[in-house]
């Protein structure tokens, strides 16, 4: 029975596995976006979160902890000098997972990975809408064609006098 036991060993040695995950998510930190099956995915936001939570704490123990599981020492300087400073203030939940539909050629779902911060799709404040108009009819006025036109009579306040 499998109870209490949460790894998906996707369908890996330990070993194999592990390499996969270091080599994913350097790959992440590298690009901060990429393109993978959802189970991979869903591995991998558990393996590099933990390692992002790290990186806030800029110590040379934490560096020595977060090289020991990436083995990548370009990894490590992008990820406690780009992506730490932009993760400060965020409580968790580091990673984004997008579904982007079914592979060609084995139908396993594919989703794109990526970092909440650097998506600026997500991220840019939008622009202020202008007020909603209210809609109006297309249709024109209908005049009615038995009314007698409108005619102007002359007040006293409408005529002015012509200087000469």
């Known amino acids: 029975m499998r109870h209490a036991k949460k790894i998906n060993h996707l369908g890996r040695t330990d070993a194999h596995r592990k390499a996969m995950l270091s080599n994913m998510a350097i790959s992440l930190i ?14 991998l936001r558990t393996y590099v979160e933990p390692i992002v939570t790290r990186s806030k704490n800029d110590t040379t123990h934490s560096r020595r902890v977060v090289f020991s599981q990436l083995h990548n020492k370009y990894a490590v300087t992008e990820l406690f000098r780009e992506i ?9 939940g580091y990673t984004r997972i997008l579904k982007t539909g079914f592979r060609k050629g084995d139908n396993a779902e594919m989703c794109i990975i990526e ?6 799709t997500y ?8 007020p909603t108009r209210t809609r109006r009819s297309s249709k024109k006025a209908v005049t009615n064609e038995n009314a007698a036109p409108e005619i ?13």
């Open 115 to 120: 970092f909440v911060d650097y998506n600026e």
């Open 123 to 130: 991220t840019v404040e939008k622009a202020k809408k202008k």
């Open 84 to 92: 730490s400073p932009k993760i400060a203030d965020r409580p968790g």
């Open 152 to 164: 102007e009579t002359p007040t006293a306040e409408t005529e002015t006098p012509v200087a000469e």
């Open 30 to 43: 590298m690009h901060k976006r990429i393109s993978t099956t959802l189970a991979k995915a869903k591995a």
